[in-house]
């Protein structure tokens, strides 16, 4: 499968984006989805996954109740609505697949493919 990220941007602290992770080559409900991101000098991260049913998400402490990952299977996309926005979240972000596991993985190495990143600044 082949993933490409899309919908980052410059904006103002307290404002809000949505990326959109369009996959192509197989379906995206065969697969777990994760979005990563990575600031500089910093290692990569992870945000949200939600799995490949659809029925489970898991999130990172520093963006619960801000983020909110979904999917639509009949587009083939997966998106992270990302509300409340904070400097700190100024990194490039990455969504990324891996074939229907049981849990949602968090570890960037659990992941096989990988879309190219999206540049997402929050200027305070």
């Known amino acids: 499968v082949q993933l490409q990220a899309s919908g980052g941007g410059l904006v103002q602290a307290g404002g809000c984006l949505r990326l959109?992770?369009?996959?192509?080559?197989?379906?995206?409900?065969?697969?777990?989805m994760g979005w990563f991101r990575q600031a500089p000098g910093k290692e990569r991260e992870f945000v949200a996954g939600?799995?490949?049913?659809?029925?489970?998400?898991r999130y990172a402490d520093s963006v619960k109740g801000r983020f909110t990952v979904s999917r639509e299977n009949n587009k083939n996309t997966v998106y992270l609505q990302m509300n409340s926005l904070k400097p700190e979240d100024t990194a490039v972000y990455s969504c990324?697949?891996?074939?229907?596991?049981?849990?949602?993985?968090?570890?960037?190495?659990?992941?096989?493919?990988w879309g190219q990143g999206t540049q997402v600044t929050v200027s305070s």
């Open positions: 959109s992770c369009a996959a192509y080559g197989r379906t995206v409900s065969d697969y777990t």
């Open positions: 939600i799995s490949w049913s659809g029925d489970r998400t």
């Open positions: 990324a697949a891996v074939r229907r596991t049981v849990v949602i993985e968090t570890r960037p190495k659990d992941y096989d493919y």
